[in-house]
């Protein structure tokens, strides 16, 4: 059967074939180290799940509103007006099944055939791919390592041309860790202020932010981007809840009723019970971010410590999420063990097949020459991990 020619243009998501392989090879027998999906290894927390079964206990099995239940709406709304001052109106929310389809959603909402959406290089995969669907065109602007692969004034200055309607922002970052600054937000929003630029704001690692730095949600840096801001969110990442699959956008009123509208036609409400457990999350107590965070914590400072010490690789210093995104170019073009190894795609496969370790090349978010190891892992699998990466790291020739 002949597939649609938007379908054909699709690429697969290359951390799921990573994780395939990966897969493959522990159901050989392989010890399998796997440090390629972007999902917390935590369980979500008891009391959620309990909320879970209560829903299910209470009734709440049938149809919800299309775009989320009210109660969960205004949880979200007093979030961000207690954490960030923002004041929003639930129905400005739609919840989703995940912050990857409201995205979906909102890109479908905003554009119109030729519309360019500028995403900074490296860039979550999923990103370009959604703007496809959508029929937009993605703008992929590189970014310097050495300015922690954050998007400067100058560099939006000169991505914008006649077709650009949305800035795509993603802080802290998936795949870099790093995290915009309000004084680089703010520079940025000048750009996008003079543009007319409409920017999506994907902070749905804000939560995972580590000690010493400070989120800042990107329309609080300036009045008048409000009303030209959609922040993604979700509860994926904070709550290690990727499986409920719950997500919400929050919108100018007119956006949010055009993509209320599209998900009432697509998919309708996101799971109702998922949407019980999404409410006793968010008003739940938090200690069990605060735990996670901090078993993150050490582990991101395990695994800084071992990349630092890696003569040739370099890295720019996790401010949040939990990824390391680290620069392997000395090691390309040369031999392991008699194999060539010239770009990033090729050392990642060498590196799960030879050592059974599993990461994400760069090339798959725009930045070859470098690996993305998620360190969603335990500290011991972490410490062996780093260790046979080193060993093939030194086999190089
Ligand atoms: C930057 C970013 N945005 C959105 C998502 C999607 O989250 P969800 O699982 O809620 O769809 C991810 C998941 O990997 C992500 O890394």
Known sequence: MKISQVLQRLEPS??????ARAKELKAA?????????????????EHICQAAIQAMKDGHTHYTQASGIPQ??????????????LDYDPQQVVVSNGAKHALHNVLTALLDPGDEVIIPAPYWVSYSELVKLASGVPRIVPTQEAQGFKLTPEELRRAIGP????????????????????EE???LAEVVLEHDLVVVADEIYEHLVYPGWEFVSFPTVHPELVERTVLINGVSKTYAMTGWRIGWSISPPEVARAIAALQSQETSNPCSISQYAALAALEGPQECVQEMLRQFTQRRNLVLEHIRRWPGVSCPEMAGAFYAFFNIRQYLGRRYEGQLIENSQQ????????????TVMGSAFGAEGYVRLSYAAGLEELQEGLERIEAFLQSAE
């Open 185 to 187: 937000l703010g520079q």
């Open 72 to 85: 969960l709406k205004q949880a979200i709304v007093r979030h961000y007006r207690q954490r960030h001052g």
């Open 14 to 19: 290359a951390t799921m074939a990573m994780a």
């Open 163 to 182: 077709c650009a309607r949305v800035l795509l922002l993603c802080s802290p970052s998936n795949p870099t860790g790093t995290m915009y600054t309000r």
């Open 29 to 45: 027998g392989h010890r399998v180290l796997d440090f390629s999906l972007g999902e917390p290894d935590f369980a979500t927390p």
């Open 347 to 358: 050392w990642c496969l060498a590196l799960l097949e030879r050592h059974h370790v599993a």
